[in-house]
């Protein structure tokens, strides 16, 4: 009975508007979409996008890793200059700096607490950064349970117009109105779509990336530090830490 109710619809509108198809699609998408489209999704959107552009630009290996950090660390450390690798380390804020600087705190208790201090510094500053970009996670999370509010809500509508319709369906204004209520529902649903595909696709970049950068400066840290037992001749582990990683032996 309501399939035939609704195919009558459908064809009382198609002949009551042929330019329903012509509908601009500004319309379509945003004014059409109801109130949990204007004040949670496209809100939402905006937050996505603002977040993918500061994560862009702060979760990046150049900075995180920086070459000049780097040279800077290795020729402090060739001197024997620890006390100064360390401020230069802690006062850097990067990733790489701050795990430097862990080592060097351990260093007269030896090798191996050097390395569970470096360990334990990656760990906790990979876990900083991953705290950081579960925002995109939370974005991407709840996108399509607010689009599928917002469809439940339109279906609502139109299935309470269609029990209080005079005439029935055979009423083309009625149809009209009965449409109009689904393409809220549904519009809703693509607006949650749209922003959780991307969103959670590019928290998995970042995630990623996050763990690719952690173990780079986890070994660069453990080069650096070797530089204090290779003395002035070593060679320059800084450059190759940024290029092939090996196994170190730490001092």
Not at 24 to 48: E, K, R
Not at 110 to 128: F, H, L, N, P
Not at 188 to 215: M, Q
Request: with cysteine; aromatic share 6%; charged share 15%.
């Amino acid at each position: 009975m309501i399939a035939a109710q609704v195919s009558d619809a459908a064809t009382l509108l198609a002949a009551a508007d042929g330019s329903a198809g012509d509908i601009p699609i500004f319309q379509h998408f945003v004014v059409n979409g109801g109130w949990v489209t204007w004040f949670a999704l496209i809100p939402l959107s905006f937050i996505a996008l603002s977040l993918v552009a500061h994560y862009a630009l702060t979760i990046r290996r150049r900075v995180l890793v920086p070459r000049a950090l780097v040279t800077e660390l290795e020729a402090a450390l060739r001197l024997g200059r620890t006390e100064a690798a360390v401020k230069i380390g802690r006062s850097d804020g990067s990733m790489l700096g701050a795990i430097v600087a862990a080592g060097l705190g351990k260093l007269a208790a030896g090798g191996e607490a050097i390395r569970a201090a470096i360990d334990d510094a990656t760990e906790a500053q990979s876990g900083k950064l991953m705290r950081r970009i579960q925002h995109l996670n939370i974005v991407g999370s709840i996108s399509p349970m607010i689009g599928l509010f917002g469809t439940v809500v339109g279906m609502i509508r139109a299935f309470h117009r269609m029990a209080g319709m005079e005439g029935g369906m055979a009423n083309a204004s009625n149809a009209a109105k009965l449409s109009a209520d689904i393409s809220v529902a549904f519009v809703n649903t693509f607006w949650g779509l749209l922003i959780a595909v991307p969103a959670l696709t590019i928290f998995a970049l970042f995630r990623n990336r996050i763990e690719a950068v952690a173990d780079e400066c986890n070994w660069t840290a453990e080069q650096l530090i070797n530089t204090l037992a290779e003395g002035p001749a070593a060679s320059a582990a800084g450059q190759a830490a940024m290029r092939t990683p090996a196994t170190a032996e730490l001092l």
